[in-house]
Protein backbone atom coordinates (compact mmCIF):
# COMPACT_ATOMS: atom_id res chain seq x y z
CA UNK A 1 0.00 0.00 0.00
CA UNK A 2 0.94 3.26 -0.48
CA UNK A 3 2.00 5.63 2.34
CA UNK A 4 2.40 9.29 2.33
CA UNK A 5 3.59 10.86 5.85
CA UNK A 6 1.32 14.36 6.30
CA UNK A 7 2.84 14.56 9.45
CA UNK A 8 5.85 16.98 9.72
CA UNK A 9 4.93 19.14 12.46
CA UNK A 10 5.02 16.15 14.76
CA UNK A 11 8.31 15.05 13.92
CA UNK A 12 10.54 14.19 10.41
CA UNK A 13 12.44 11.58 9.06
CA UNK A 14 16.36 12.37 9.08
CA UNK A 15 18.14 12.96 6.60
CA UNK A 16 20.67 10.50 4.84
CA UNK A 17 23.56 12.93 4.94
CA UNK A 18 22.33 14.22 8.89
CA UNK A 19 22.95 10.39 9.30
CA UNK A 20 26.35 9.99 7.63
CA UNK A 21 27.90 12.70 9.74
CA UNK A 22 26.62 11.20 12.39
CA UNK A 23 27.31 7.26 12.61
CA UNK A 24 31.62 8.11 13.32
CA UNK A 25 30.15 9.31 16.54
CA UNK A 26 29.32 6.40 17.50
CA UNK A 27 31.66 3.93 16.95
CA UNK A 28 35.11 5.49 15.30
CA UNK A 29 35.08 8.66 17.32
CA UNK A 30 33.97 7.42 20.75
CA UNK A 31 36.86 9.59 23.36
CA UNK A 32 34.81 11.57 25.82
CA UNK A 33 35.22 15.33 24.98
CA UNK A 34 36.10 16.59 28.49
CA UNK A 35 39.24 13.69 28.40
CA UNK A 36 42.62 15.17 27.63
CA UNK A 37 43.94 12.89 25.49
CA UNK A 38 43.63 13.08 21.90
CA UNK A 39 40.34 10.67 21.41
CA UNK A 40 38.86 13.56 24.06
CA UNK A 41 40.10 16.29 21.71
CA UNK A 42 39.32 15.38 18.26
CA UNK A 43 35.54 14.93 19.65
CA UNK A 44 35.57 18.51 21.38
CA UNK A 45 37.22 20.01 18.48
CA UNK A 46 34.59 18.23 16.77
CA UNK A 47 31.50 19.44 18.66
CA UNK A 48 33.33 23.38 19.00
CA UNK A 49 33.00 23.05 14.66
CA UNK A 50 29.20 21.83 15.14
CA UNK A 51 28.98 24.61 17.46
CA UNK A 52 30.11 27.66 15.29
CA UNK A 53 28.48 26.23 12.79
CA UNK A 54 24.83 26.67 14.38
CA UNK A 55 26.03 30.03 15.49
CA UNK A 56 26.91 31.13 12.01
CA UNK A 57 23.32 30.11 11.05
CA UNK A 58 21.19 32.03 13.40
CA UNK A 59 23.83 35.47 13.89
CA UNK A 60 24.72 34.22 17.16
CA UNK A 61 28.38 33.96 18.84
CA UNK A 62 29.39 30.17 19.69
CA UNK A 63 29.51 30.72 23.78
CA UNK A 64 25.38 31.30 22.91
CA UNK A 65 25.01 27.99 21.98
CA UNK A 66 23.55 25.59 24.80
CA UNK A 67 23.32 22.07 23.54
CA UNK A 68 20.38 20.42 25.22
CA UNK A 69 18.51 16.81 25.33
CA UNK A 70 15.07 18.54 23.07
CA UNK A 71 13.00 21.58 22.52
CA UNK A 72 11.44 20.84 26.16
CA UNK A 73 14.42 21.07 28.12
CA UNK A 74 15.39 24.07 26.04
CA UNK A 75 12.49 26.00 26.68
CA UNK A 76 12.11 24.78 30.73
CA UNK A 77 15.82 26.02 31.20
CA UNK A 78 15.08 29.27 29.34
CA UNK A 79 11.95 29.65 31.76
CA UNK A 80 13.56 29.14 34.92
CA UNK A 81 16.72 30.05 34.59
CA UNK A 82 14.86 33.48 33.66
CA UNK A 83 12.87 33.41 37.44
CA UNK A 84 16.23 32.49 39.31
CA UNK A 85 18.18 35.18 38.04
CA UNK A 86 15.18 37.33 38.73
CA UNK A 87 14.27 35.98 42.36
CA UNK A 88 12.23 39.69 42.93
CA UNK A 89 10.19 38.93 39.96
CA UNK A 90 7.36 36.39 39.66
CA UNK A 91 5.53 37.27 36.95
CA UNK A 92 5.26 35.19 33.73
CA UNK A 93 3.68 36.73 30.13
CA UNK A 94 3.16 33.36 28.06
CA UNK A 95 0.26 32.71 25.06
CA UNK A 96 -3.19 30.50 25.81
CA UNK A 97 -1.67 28.17 22.25
CA UNK A 98 2.34 27.35 23.97
CA UNK A 99 3.30 24.23 23.34
CA UNK A 100 2.68 21.91 26.67
CA UNK A 101 6.68 22.13 27.16
CA UNK A 102 5.85 26.30 28.33
CA UNK A 103 2.42 25.72 29.18
CA UNK A 104 2.26 22.69 31.53
CA UNK A 105 5.66 24.33 32.99
CA UNK A 106 3.82 27.88 33.76
CA UNK A 107 0.80 26.19 34.87
CA UNK A 108 2.56 24.55 37.28
CA UNK A 109 4.93 27.77 38.23
CA UNK A 110 1.20 29.14 39.19
CA UNK A 111 0.48 27.08 41.66
CA UNK A 112 3.77 27.63 43.33
CA UNK A 113 4.69 31.60 43.37
CA UNK A 114 4.41 33.18 40.25
CA UNK A 115 1.80 34.98 38.24
CA UNK A 116 1.32 33.89 35.22
CA UNK A 117 -0.72 36.06 31.94
CA UNK A 118 -1.57 34.18 29.23
CA UNK A 119 -2.41 36.62 26.12
CA UNK A 120 -5.62 35.49 24.08
CA UNK A 121 -5.50 34.60 20.20
CA UNK A 122 -8.17 35.87 18.18
CA UNK A 123 -10.38 33.18 15.88
CA UNK A 124 -7.33 33.28 13.52
CA UNK A 125 -4.67 32.27 15.97
CA UNK A 126 -3.14 35.87 16.32
CA UNK A 127 -2.31 37.24 19.83
CA UNK A 128 -3.61 39.66 20.99
CA UNK A 129 -1.01 42.25 21.09
CA UNK A 130 -2.84 45.10 23.54
CA UNK A 131 -3.21 42.83 25.96
CA UNK A 132 0.24 42.10 25.74
CA UNK A 133 1.52 45.32 25.80
CA UNK A 134 -0.70 45.92 28.62
CA UNK A 135 0.77 43.17 30.49
CA UNK A 136 4.44 44.03 30.31
CA UNK A 137 5.30 45.05 33.61
CA UNK A 138 8.12 45.86 36.44
CA UNK A 139 7.51 42.66 37.63
CA UNK A 140 7.70 40.86 34.71
CA UNK A 141 10.59 38.02 34.59
CA UNK A 142 10.47 36.57 31.33
CA UNK A 143 8.23 36.84 28.70
CA UNK A 144 8.00 33.42 26.39
CA UNK A 145 6.15 33.25 22.93
CA UNK A 146 6.26 30.68 20.45
CA UNK A 147 7.10 31.39 16.85
CA UNK A 148 5.18 29.55 15.16
CA UNK A 149 2.70 27.35 16.75
CA UNK A 150 2.73 23.54 15.82
CA UNK A 151 -0.81 22.78 15.06
CA UNK A 152 -2.26 25.55 13.09
CA UNK A 153 1.20 26.77 12.17
CA UNK A 154 0.44 30.58 12.80
CA UNK A 155 3.62 32.68 12.89
CA UNK A 156 3.58 35.32 16.08
CA UNK A 157 5.46 38.76 15.27
CA UNK A 158 7.96 37.85 17.95
CA UNK A 159 10.23 40.38 16.46
CA UNK A 160 8.02 42.96 18.14
CA UNK A 161 7.01 41.86 20.94
CA UNK A 162 10.29 40.82 21.85
CA UNK A 163 11.56 44.99 20.89
CA UNK A 164 8.92 45.65 23.54
CA UNK A 165 9.77 43.88 26.28
CA UNK A 166 13.65 44.60 25.70
CA UNK A 167 12.74 48.48 25.60
CA UNK A 168 11.49 47.58 29.55
CA UNK A 169 14.76 45.21 30.40
CA UNK A 170 12.35 41.82 30.32
CA UNK A 171 13.87 38.87 29.18
CA UNK A 172 12.39 37.38 26.19
CA UNK A 173 12.50 33.70 25.51
CA UNK A 174 11.07 32.09 22.20
CA UNK A 175 9.66 28.64 21.27
CA UNK A 176 10.88 28.05 17.97
CA UNK A 177 10.80 24.48 17.55
CA UNK A 178 8.45 24.09 15.03
CA UNK A 179 9.77 27.62 12.89
CA UNK A 180 13.35 25.91 12.83
CA UNK A 181 13.96 24.80 9.33
CA UNK A 182 11.50 27.15 7.72
CA UNK A 183 12.22 30.67 8.85
CA UNK A 184 15.04 32.82 8.77
CA UNK A 185 16.48 32.55 12.76
CA UNK A 186 18.18 35.25 12.78
CA UNK A 187 18.62 36.12 16.97
CA UNK A 188 19.25 39.55 16.29
CA UNK A 189 16.57 40.23 13.80
CA UNK A 190 14.04 39.10 16.16
CA UNK A 191 15.47 40.44 19.60
CA UNK A 192 15.00 37.87 21.32
CA UNK A 193 16.97 36.46 24.39
CA UNK A 194 16.32 33.19 24.92
CA UNK A 195 15.38 30.95 22.04
CA UNK A 196 14.50 26.94 21.72
CA UNK A 197 15.30 24.71 18.39
CA UNK A 198 14.47 20.89 18.22
CA UNK A 199 16.74 18.73 15.61
CA UNK A 200 13.60 16.47 14.88
CA UNK A 201 11.32 19.07 13.12
CA UNK A 202 13.86 19.28 10.60
CA UNK A 203 15.16 16.64 9.56
CA UNK A 204 18.02 16.15 12.43
CA UNK A 205 17.47 13.31 15.28
CA UNK A 206 15.09 13.07 18.44
CA UNK A 207 16.52 13.74 21.45
CA UNK A 208 18.35 16.87 20.73
CA UNK A 209 18.10 20.49 21.41
CA UNK A 210 19.73 23.98 21.54
CA UNK A 211 19.13 26.77 23.72
CA UNK A 212 20.03 30.21 22.21
CA UNK A 213 21.44 32.53 25.19
CA UNK A 214 22.37 36.23 24.13
CA UNK A 215 25.57 36.83 25.42
CA UNK A 216 25.20 39.12 28.84
CA UNK A 217 22.35 37.99 30.34
CA UNK A 218 22.14 36.50 33.73
CA UNK A 219 21.64 32.95 33.60
CA UNK A 220 21.38 30.02 36.12
CA UNK A 221 21.18 26.11 34.74
CA UNK A 222 18.74 23.81 35.80
CA UNK A 223 20.96 20.98 36.32
CA UNK A 224 24.16 20.94 38.01
CA UNK A 225 27.43 18.43 37.81
CA UNK A 226 30.26 18.91 35.53
CA UNK A 227 30.74 22.19 33.63
CA UNK A 228 29.90 21.27 30.50
CA UNK A 229 28.39 23.52 28.26
CA UNK A 230 30.24 26.47 29.79
CA UNK A 231 28.93 24.87 33.01
CA UNK A 232 25.37 25.74 31.83
CA UNK A 233 24.12 22.71 30.65
CA UNK A 234 25.92 19.90 33.01
CA UNK A 235 26.16 15.86 31.21
CA UNK A 236 28.19 14.60 28.96
CA UNK A 237 27.62 15.91 25.64
CA UNK A 238 25.53 13.89 23.28
CA UNK A 239 28.52 13.93 20.12
CA UNK A 240 26.87 12.24 17.67
CA UNK A 241 23.81 14.50 18.30
CA UNK A 242 25.43 17.60 18.29
CA UNK A 243 26.87 16.74 14.68
CA UNK A 244 23.28 15.67 13.70
CA UNK A 245 21.76 18.96 14.60
CA UNK A 246 24.62 21.14 13.20
CA UNK A 247 24.39 19.64 10.00
CA UNK A 248 20.77 19.23 10.05
CA UNK A 249 20.39 23.22 10.31
CA UNK A 250 22.76 23.73 7.99
CA UNK A 251 20.72 21.71 5.41
CA UNK A 252 17.60 23.17 6.27
CA UNK A 253 19.21 26.43 5.52
CA UNK A 254 20.67 25.57 2.36
CA UNK A 255 17.38 24.27 1.14
CA UNK A 256 15.07 26.95 3.42
CA UNK A 257 14.40 28.76 -0.49
CA UNK A 258 13.43 26.23 -3.36
CA UNK A 259 11.87 23.74 -0.57
CA UNK A 260 9.41 26.51 1.31
CA UNK A 261 8.08 28.06 -2.20
CA UNK A 262 7.65 24.37 -3.14
CA UNK A 263 5.72 23.24 0.05
CA UNK A 264 3.53 26.35 0.43
CA UNK A 265 2.27 25.36 -3.13
CA UNK A 266 1.31 21.83 -2.35
CA UNK A 267 -0.04 23.12 0.34
CA UNK A 268 -2.23 25.83 -0.76
CA UNK A 269 -3.29 23.14 -3.29
CA UNK A 270 -4.15 21.12 -0.35
CA UNK A 271 -6.07 23.74 1.15
CA UNK A 272 -7.86 24.73 -1.82
CA UNK A 273 -8.79 21.29 -2.83
CA UNK A 274 -10.30 20.35 0.73
CA UNK A 275 -12.48 23.75 1.41
CA UNK A 276 -14.14 22.94 -2.74
CA UNK A 277 -13.98 18.73 -1.77
CA UNK A 278 -15.83 19.27 1.46
CA UNK A 279 -18.95 21.07 2.75
CA UNK A 280 -19.02 22.43 6.31
CA UNK A 281 -15.18 22.55 6.35
CA UNK A 282 -13.11 25.06 7.62
CA UNK A 283 -9.20 26.07 7.43
CA UNK A 284 -8.23 27.01 11.24
CA UNK A 285 -5.01 29.79 11.52
CA UNK A 286 -4.16 32.89 9.90
CA UNK A 287 -4.67 32.07 5.92
CA UNK A 288 -1.30 33.53 4.77
CA UNK A 289 0.40 34.34 8.48
CA UNK A 290 1.38 30.53 8.90
CA UNK A 291 4.39 27.86 8.21
CA UNK A 292 4.99 27.09 4.88
CA UNK A 293 3.97 23.46 5.47
CA UNK A 294 1.17 23.81 7.73
CA UNK A 295 -3.06 23.23 7.02
CA UNK A 296 -5.10 22.55 9.50
CA UNK A 297 -9.36 21.86 8.98
CA UNK A 298 -11.89 21.41 11.06
CA UNK A 299 -15.13 19.28 9.66
CA UNK A 300 -18.51 19.76 11.01
CA UNK A 301 -19.72 16.67 12.62
CA UNK A 302 -17.26 13.99 13.14
CA UNK A 303 -14.40 13.26 15.84
CA UNK A 304 -10.77 13.80 13.89
CA UNK A 305 -9.48 10.83 15.39
CA UNK A 306 -12.24 8.74 13.40
CA UNK A 307 -11.05 10.71 10.55
CA UNK A 308 -7.15 9.58 11.42
CA UNK A 309 -7.52 6.38 11.93
CA UNK A 310 -9.45 5.99 8.34
CA UNK A 311 -6.59 7.73 7.17
CA UNK A 312 -4.04 5.48 8.50
CA UNK A 313 -6.03 2.93 6.90
CA UNK A 314 -5.62 4.10 3.53
CA UNK A 315 -1.79 4.88 4.19
CA UNK A 316 -2.08 8.51 5.02
CA UNK A 317 -0.12 9.50 8.60
CA UNK A 318 -1.82 12.94 10.17
CA UNK A 319 -2.79 14.11 13.16
CA UNK A 320 -5.74 16.10 15.37
CA UNK A 321 -3.97 18.40 17.12
CA UNK A 322 -0.20 18.25 18.18
CA UNK A 323 1.41 14.61 18.78
CA UNK A 324 1.96 15.78 22.52
CA UNK A 325 -1.84 16.54 23.25
CA UNK A 326 -3.34 13.50 20.70
CA UNK A 327 -4.19 10.43 22.89
CA UNK A 328 -6.41 12.75 25.16
CA UNK A 329 -9.76 13.33 25.44
CA UNK A 330 -9.75 16.92 26.10
CA UNK A 331 -9.93 19.06 22.33
CA UNK A 332 -7.13 21.19 21.60
CA UNK A 333 -6.56 23.77 23.67
CA UNK A 334 -5.38 25.70 20.55
CA UNK A 335 -8.36 25.47 19.12
CA UNK A 336 -10.53 26.49 21.81
CA UNK A 337 -8.29 29.59 22.62
CA UNK A 338 -9.20 30.57 18.97
CA UNK A 339 -13.04 30.49 20.44
CA UNK A 340 -14.09 27.10 18.67
CA UNK A 341 -16.55 25.48 21.18
CA UNK A 342 -15.45 21.54 22.02
CA UNK A 343 -17.50 19.57 20.14
CA UNK A 344 -16.17 22.28 16.68
CA UNK A 345 -12.57 21.49 17.97
CA UNK A 346 -13.17 17.60 18.12
CA UNK A 347 -13.75 17.78 14.33
CA UNK A 348 -9.94 18.64 13.77
CA UNK A 349 -7.28 17.06 11.51
CA UNK A 350 -3.72 18.49 10.74
CA UNK A 351 -1.79 17.91 7.76
CA UNK A 352 1.93 18.95 7.70
CA UNK A 353 3.84 18.61 4.73
CA UNK A 354 7.75 17.80 3.90
CA UNK A 355 10.34 17.84 1.60
CA UNK A 356 9.55 14.40 0.85
CA UNK A 357 5.63 15.04 -0.17
CA UNK A 358 4.62 15.28 -3.59
CA UNK A 359 1.88 16.80 -5.95
CA UNK A 360 0.99 13.03 -6.32
CA UNK A 361 0.68 12.83 -2.40
CA UNK A 362 -2.15 15.92 -2.34
CA UNK A 363 -4.18 14.38 -5.09
CA UNK A 364 -4.26 11.03 -3.14
CA UNK A 365 -5.47 12.38 -0.20
CA UNK A 366 -7.46 15.21 -2.01
CA UNK A 367 -9.16 11.66 -3.28
CA UNK A 368 -9.89 9.55 -0.30
CA UNK A 369 -10.61 12.78 2.36
CA UNK A 370 -13.80 14.24 1.04
CA UNK A 371 -15.23 9.93 0.93
CA UNK A 372 -13.80 9.40 4.07
CA UNK A 373 -16.01 12.61 5.72
CA UNK A 374 -18.84 11.63 4.39
CA UNK A 375 -18.68 7.92 5.46
CA UNK A 376 -18.46 9.48 8.91
CA UNK A 377 -21.12 12.21 8.59
CA UNK A 378 -23.22 9.09 7.84
CA UNK A 379 -22.33 7.55 10.79
CA UNK A 380 -22.56 10.48 13.07
CA UNK A 381 -25.56 11.31 15.02
CA UNK A 382 -24.93 15.46 14.82
CA UNK A 383 -25.36 15.03 10.87
CA UNK A 384 -28.66 15.30 9.18
CA UNK A 385 -27.83 16.32 5.76
N1 LIG B 1 7.70 23.41 21.23
C1 LIG B 1 7.01 23.20 20.11
C2 LIG B 1 6.34 24.35 19.43
C3 LIG B 1 6.91 21.90 19.58
O1 LIG B 1 6.20 21.70 18.48
C4 LIG B 1 7.55 20.84 20.26
C5 LIG B 1 7.45 19.46 19.77
O2 LIG B 1 6.42 19.01 19.30
C6 LIG B 1 8.29 21.14 21.42
C7 LIG B 1 8.34 22.42 21.89
C8 LIG B 1 9.00 20.07 22.19
O3 LIG B 1 10.16 19.65 21.50
P1 LIG B 1 10.81 18.25 21.84
O4 LIG B 1 9.93 17.22 21.25
O5 LIG B 1 12.16 18.28 21.19
O6 LIG B 1 10.90 18.17 23.31
Redesign the pocket.
Given at each position: MKTIYLDN??TTRVAPEVLTEMTPYFSEFYGNPSSMHSFGGQVAKKIAESRAKVAALIGADPDEIIFTS????S?NTAIHSALAVNPEKRHIITSRVE?P??KALCEHLAEKDCRVTTIEVDSAGNLDMDQYKKSLSADTAVVSL?WA??ETGVIFPVEEAAQLARERGILFHT?A??AGGSLDLDVNALNVDLM?L?A??FYGP?GI?ILYARRGIPFLPMQTGGGHERGRRAGTENVAYIVGIATALRLAYEEQQESNTRIARLRDKLIAGVLERIPDSRLTGHPAQRLPNSASFLFKYIEGESTLLRLDLLGVAASSG???TSGSLEPSHVLTAMGFRHEEAHGSLRLTLGKENSEADVDYVLGILPGIVEKLRRMSPLFDG
Open positions: NACGTEDHAVMNNDVQSSHKKGSAC
